[in-house]
């Protein structure tokens, strides 16, 4: 089984920046693509960004030139580094992993508050 684990979350001002990471644990053999998604209160859970294992990188429109995600595959680490937080993106942000023909991953989230 695969294990992740979230950290860097928590309460900032608007502006301000936190980074988010996710590292693997556990049967880590065959992981594809990593990614970070959103759910705040009352609603779905969204897609934030992805990396693929060659590096190509995904991002919601409303995080593009704000947020980057990261991997240090020696780590089996996935980063989200998320400059000028809005509150709206206040959420709880989850940690995906892909792992070929096994199947998707989910880390237990990490509260991310932002203030006005």
């Known amino acids: 089984q695969v294990r992740l684990v979230e950290s860097g979350g928590g309460l900032v001002q608007a502006g301000g920046t936190l980074r988010l990471s996710c590292a693997a644990s556990?049967?880590?053999?065959?992981?594809?693509?990593m990614g970070w998604y959103r759910q705040a209160p009352g609603n779905e859970r969204d897609f934030v960004a992805s990396?693929?294992?060659?590096?190509?990188?995904n991002y919601a429109d409303s995080v593009k030139g704000r947020f980057t995600i990261s991997r240090d595959n020696a780590k089996n680490t996935v980063y989200l580094q998320m400059n000028n937080l809005k509150p709206e993106d206040t959420a709880v942000y989850y940690c995906?992993?892909?792992?070929?023909?096994?199947?998707?991953?989910w880390g237990q989230g990490t509260q991310v508050t932002v203030s006005l």
């Open positions: 556990g049967s880590i053999s065959g992981i594809n693509s």
């Open positions: 995906k992993v892909v792992r070929a023909f096994w199947g998707e991953y």
């Open positions: 990396i693929t294992s060659g590096g190509r990188t």
